[in-house]
């Protein structure tokens, strides 16, 4: 099925430091979101982005949908070990309006205290 | 509050057996999703429900896949004839919907499926 490119795949890093992290798409999306997963939950949703350009924080998360809507990235600074997790992007809406959500591949963050 | 719940949530089949699986959405979400998730990699989507009905199948990834959802409410997602390739997580979500199925969707922990 169609997903989005996220990168990097993985990230080991040390507690403290800040974390880039970035999707693309080849289509259109209306909106991007951010969701973090744990080991053994479902996704949970981080920050949502509803405007090309808009950049949004939420506490130590910073993310920004891009301006011609195939992007967005998400910013996490300094870091903390309960950070640890896998971060997906999702775009939604563009060419379907069932709101049905389309998967980048994840970033698997580790944080070494 | 109580959040979107899944059942079971791990089950080990045999190749060929049939198997279902259980979404109950949070109360009053109309619309209704599911996704796969193989491991390692992002959520893939299934199906896509307000309501009852599902105007958006296009995900289900062959005629051995259903899924219908009743009362506006519980779904059940069937896989018949299992292969090993079915091997995944399959996730819930449900959102408050609207016409264009929009709202931050929620999502539950999982059914952990194991195909030998």
């Known amino acids: 099925g169609q997903q989005l490119n996220q990168s990097p795949q993985s990230m080991f890093i040390q507690e403290g430091e800040d974390v880039s992290m970035n999707c693309t798409s080849s289509s259109i999306f209306n909106t991007w979101l951010w969701y973090k997963q744990d080991p053994g939950e479902g996704p949970v949703l981080l920050i949502a982005?509803?405007?090309?350009?808009e950049l949004t924080s939420n506490g130590r998360l910073t993310a920004q949908f891009g301006i011609t809507r195939k992007d967005s990235f998400l910013n996490i600074s300094a870091s903390i070990p309960s950070d640890v997790g896998i971060y997906f992007c999702?775009?939604?809406?563009?060419?379907?309006?069932?709101?049905?959500?389309?998967f980048g591949q994840g970033t698997t963050l580790q944080v070494k205290p | 509050g109580a959040g979107v719940s899944q059942s079971p949530s791990n089950k080990v089949t045999e190749k060929g057996k049939d198997v279902e699986l259980r979404c109950d959405p949070i109360?009053?979400?109309?619309?209704l999703y599911w996704y796969r998730q193989r491991l390692g990699q992002g959520l893939e989507f299934l199906i896509y429900f307000q309501g009852n009905s599902a105007p958006d199948k296009s995900g289900l990834p062959s005629d051995r896949f259903s899924a219908e959802r009743t009362g506006e409410s519980v779904s059940t997602l069937t896989i018949q004839r299992t292969q090993q390739e079915d091997s995944a997580v399959y996730l819930c979500a449900s959102s408050l919907g609207g016409l264009a199925g929009g709202g931050t969707q929620y999502f539950g922990p999982g059914t952990r499926l194991l195909v030998l």
């Open positions: 982005l509803y405007k090309a350009g």
């Open positions: 999702a775009g939604q809406g563009g060419s379907s309006n069932t709101g049905k959500l389309i």
């Open positions: 109360s009053g979400h109309t619309a």
